[in-house]
């Protein structure tokens, strides 16, 4: 079945330094992607999403490329701030109908150092 | 997007007892999504409820477990029954599609004790 396989946490990185999350997924199909975001505390809120290949999604920052040919949507921010400290999901969902439901890679906890 | 209103937003229970947990939506939907978040762990899709018709489980979870209701297309509840402490997570539900993207519920915290 459909599976999403991202970088294990937890990443600690300093402010300002570069950010990348991997993630790669398996789909029979031609699924939408999506980054999702959990801050301490809070619930979970949608970060990017892209729905074909090529298209590349942003917000806040960070952006992923929906990559077809080596089934991978990194996520990449160019310089980190300390209220980026949150875990991370990489998701994808395998249709566009109602009933499609979205499936969650293991999560990624990244903690930036001021 | 959507907007959903979970509650309880958490609470704790004594072994063996049930918790009904609620998701109200703001705009008439097909189909609502219920989900686990066991501590520390990513989020597992328990079932998928479509309103008029029996709830889909997902592998491992059963209805006389979690036994969902969908009177309408705006509501839904989810039972957590007969609650051991392995049942202590956090409960969401989702509305949405993969064209536009999914929305969740604030979450339900649940401690059994």
């Known amino acids: 079945g459909d599976s999403v396989t991202q970088m294990e946490g937890p990443v600690t990185l300093s402010e300002e330094a570069f950010l990348t999350i991997n993630c790669t997924y398996t789909?029979?199909?031609?699924?939408?992607l999506f980054w999702y975001v959990q801050y301490p505390g809070e619930g979970l809120q949608l970060l990017l999403k892209?729905?074909?290949?090529?298209d590349k999604g942003s917000n806040k920052g960070f952006e992923a490329t929906y990559r077809k040919e080596t089934t991978s949507f990194h996520l990449e921010k160019g310089s980190v701030q300390v209220s980026d400290s949150a875990v991370y999901f990489c998701a994808l969902s395998d249709g566009y109908s109602s009933a499609s439901k979205i499936i969650f890679g293991s999560g990624t906890r990244l903690s930036i150092r001021p | 997007s959507a907007v959903i209103s979970q509650k309880p937003s958490r609470d704790i229970c004594q072994r063996g007892t049930s918790l009904t947990i609620q998701c109200q939506v703001d705009s008439q939907v097909t189909m609502m999504f219920w989900y686990r978040q066991q501590p520390g762990q990513s989020l597992t899709l328990i079932a998928t409820?479509?309103?008029?018709?029996?709830?889909?489980?997902e592998s491992g979870f059963v209805i006389d477990k979690f036994p969902i209701s969908r009177p309408n297309l705006t509501f839904s509840t989810l039972t957590v029954s007969n609650m051991s402490p392995e049942d202590s997570s956090i409960y969401l539900c989702?509305?949405?599609?993969?064209?536009?993207?999914?929305?969740f519920g604030s979450g339900t915290r649940l401690t059994v004790v």
């Open positions: 989702s509305v949405g599609t993969a064209n536009y993207g999914y929305t």
């Open positions: 409820a479509n309103q008029g018709s029996e709830a889909t489980y």
């Open positions: 892209a729905t074909k290949a090529d």
């Open positions: 789909a029979t199909g031609y699924p939408s």
